[in-house]
């Protein structure tokens, strides 16, 4: 009894999570299968930090506990089991055990006093174990640098979750980076709740110091970096960027807002006009940078003066990428029990109009793209179309692009580098050909 499949919801800090138990199982002496129905231990790394992906967790549990064998075991980890344990052990008696985030000894611990020892032999691989979770098979894989996090808020259920911020080891992610590219990974994605803080409270660490690091390791590959808090992000780190080749053009920053009444009530640093200061800046020091966003819509007392100055604040900062999401009242934050809590209907509204408007720039920045030439990297081969990315286009999140097949893309693979040329830009994903013959495995 060591068969173990590992099913993985919420963001690539999650993913990364599961890789790291997979690989501990694994030197335990667990095996892992794809199929769910041969599996001893059915694990789920749950979410729960907003309604939806909460729904989204607690369907997922009772279609596993459906599939149970009579000898398996049910084993829920991550956010929401962390911070709703007691709930889900009264009211789903099919779950056999809950562990929390970080609870990576207890779940092996429990596995191995049902496994039993006759069940297992010490690693059950002969070389490290990589789960790869969401990027098996794709050229990219996430790098969790910190977990945790210090900000306030006020709609954010994190900090409770996942406790306060602490950075992981630079030795230890160097380690972790030189796996992924042995293994074939040619993208890096940083990931964390708040990169930027990186090294907080250390004199001698901080994201440019990590950033050298990784950029030194000896090998083709890029690094994209994800959730940048605005307030953090200074000119030391912006230099790096547009100094290091490996480092993507790509700036991920969620705002949440434009308003400064809005930002206040939200616990967010900063204000609409260091905001703009901001991207001016970074589109000064970093021509061609990509710009992303989220901004949350119907948060407590958002007026419809408050929703169109946001409104105008996308059109006039035109944002390479863009997120909204609609404002998710959550337990025990300090959001849950403000007053002006907004109707549904009307962030439905707000959702869709702020959405319309960021297509129409998404389609007029990428139509503008026509003609010109850029690297892509390979994401997979399939059909009658290569699938990859430009540094504009974060994986899983933003658009791709299509590239014909033809005699000059027959023997692509995922992972490789090629020179595209855009021809047809459409309102999230372009379509190319490739450019010449340079192709880098």
Sequence with gaps: MNKVHITTLGCPKNAV??????????????????????????????????????EESINEILRLAALKKGQGKLVVLGCLAQRYRDELMKEMPEIDAIMGVSDEAAVIEYCRSVAGKEALRKKAYDRPFMLDTDTAGYPY?????SDGCDRKCTFCAIPSIRGRFRSIEPDDIIRDAVSHIENGKKELVLVAQDITSYGKGRADLNLPKLLKQLAAIDADFRIRLLYLYPTNIDDELLDLIASEEKI???????????????????????????YTKLIRRIRRMIPGAV????????????????????????????????????????????????????????????????????????????????????????????????????YSHAPEIDGVVLIDRDPASAMLKAGDFVDVEITEGLEYDLRAVISNNRRLG
């Design 248 to 274: 993507y053009n790509y700036f991920d920053i969620p705002l949440q807002h434009s308003e400064d009444r809005l930002l206040r009530l939200m616990g967010r640093r900063g204000s609409r006009q260091e």
């Design 291 to 390: 710009l992303r966003t989220t901004f949350i819509v119907g948060f407590p007392s958002e007026t419809e003066h408050d929703f169109n100055a946001l409104a105008d604040f996308v059109e006039e900062t035109r944002f390479d990428r863009l997120g909204v999401f609609k404002f998710s009242r959550e337990e025990g934050t300090p959001s849950y029990s403000m007053t002006g809590q907004v109707p549904e209907q009307t962030k439905e509204r707000r959702l869709a109009e702020l959405m319309q408007r960021q297509a129409l720039i998404s389609l007029e920045k990428n139509r503008e793209l026509t003609g010109q030439r850029y690297e892509a990297i390979v994401d997979e081969v399939s059909g009658d179309a290569v699938v990859a990315r430009l």
């Design 17 to 54: 999570d599961s890789d790291k138990l997979a690989a501990a199982m694994a030197e335990n002496g667990f095996v892992f299968v794809q199929d769910e129905d041969s599996a001893d231990f059915l694990l789920i790394n749950t979410c729960g930090f907003i309604t939806s992906a909460k």
């Design 141 to 145: 894989s996430y790098l969790k640098i």
